[in-house]
Each structure stands twice: as C-alpha cells, then as structure tokens.
C-alpha cells in the first residue's frame, strides 16, 4: 500500500461495514451507537494528549502538532 492510499482513508464498503458492526454492537439503535462512538473519540484524544506530553521535545523535534518549544538558557 503506498503513501497516497494511506491518506485517503477506508474504502466506502469498510466505512459501511464498520458502521453497521458499531449499530449492531449497540442493539440496532444508530444513537446509541453515534453516543457510544463520541465517548470512543473523547477517551483516545485524552489518550493521545497524556502520550504527547510524554513524548520528548528532542526526540518529537517539533514532528507533533501543539508541542511546546522549548527555550534554551542562552535565549534567556
């Protein structure tokens, strides 16, 4: 799989496919099913907002978006 397929994301059928498991994972009723997703969502962007502040400046080299810049004494 090249680097252009990565980004254009799933195919519409896995979209479909993915969509139909989550409802049917949450007894056929698609609210449930968008609730349960968002609280999905709101978890791993917590997740990955503990991960990036563990992550160190030199080694992200500014790779990750919102990563503070660090001042070094000489600029003080």
């Given at each position: 799989?090249?680097?252009?397929?990565?980004?254009?994301?799933?195919?519409?059928?896995?979209?479909?496919?993915?969509?139909?498991?989550?409802?049917?994972?949450?007894?056929?009723?698609?609210?449930?099913?968008?609730k349960?997703?968002?609280?999905?969502?709101?978890?791993?962007?917590?997740?990955l907002?503990?991960?990036?502040?563990?992550?160190?400046?030199?080694?992200?080299?500014?790779?990750?978006?919102?990563?503070?810049?660090?001042?070094?004494?000489?600029?003080?």
């Open positions: 799989m090249n680097a252009t397929s990565e980004q254009a994301g799933p195919a519409p059928d896995d979209l479909e496919a993915a969509a139909d498991q989550a409802i049917a994972a949450c007894g056929g009723d698609p609210r449930e099913a968008v349960a997703l968002i609280v999905a969502m709101d978890f791993l962007e917590t997740r907002d503990e991960l990036r502040s563990k992550v160190s400046t030199g080694y992200a080299r500014g790779r990750l978006p919102g990563a503070p810049e660090r001042k070094d004494e000489a600029d003080v």
